[in-house]
């Protein structure tokens, strides 16, 4: 079993910053992909950033974030966090994360991010 508990969501002005986390716990033994994901209402859910181990590790960003978003990871905690600046209201929506074991991917409950103009 693996459980996934993110914090750090809420509601913000337009230019503001909030900062996600993920706390992966249970049979998290080999880790592959850490990473969050966005749904938007009325749109399919969305890639924002991963980080991928394996011969060092390797981030990727959607397009939209790139510049704003950062995404880290703590291996000792088992934690990967997303510091979002410079927020836009076109961010908003509910904020997942996934994390991939063994090619298996877990996501975690989601966390709401609003950003108002």
């Known amino acids: 079993q693996v459980q996934l508990v993110e914090s750090g969501g809420g509601l913000v002005q337009a230019g503001e910053s909030l900062r996600l986390s993920c706390a992966a716990s249970?049979?998290?033994?080999?880790?592959?992909?850490m990473g969050w994901y966005r749904q938007a209402p009325g749109k399919e859910r969305e890639l924002v950033a991963s980080i991928t181990t394996g011969g060092g590790d390797r981030t990727d960003y959607a397009d939209s974030v790139k510049g704003r978003f950062t995404i880290s990871r703590d291996n000792a905690k088992n934690t990967v966090d997303l510091q979002m600046n410079s927020l836009k209201p076109e961010d908003t929506a509910v904020y997942y994360c996934?994390?991939?074991?063994?090619?298996?991917?877990?996501w975690g409950q989601g966390t709401q991010v609003t950003v108002s103009s």
């Open positions: 249970g049979s998290i033994f080999g880790i592959k992909n």
């Open positions: 996934r994390v991939v074991i063994s090619y298996r991917a877990y």
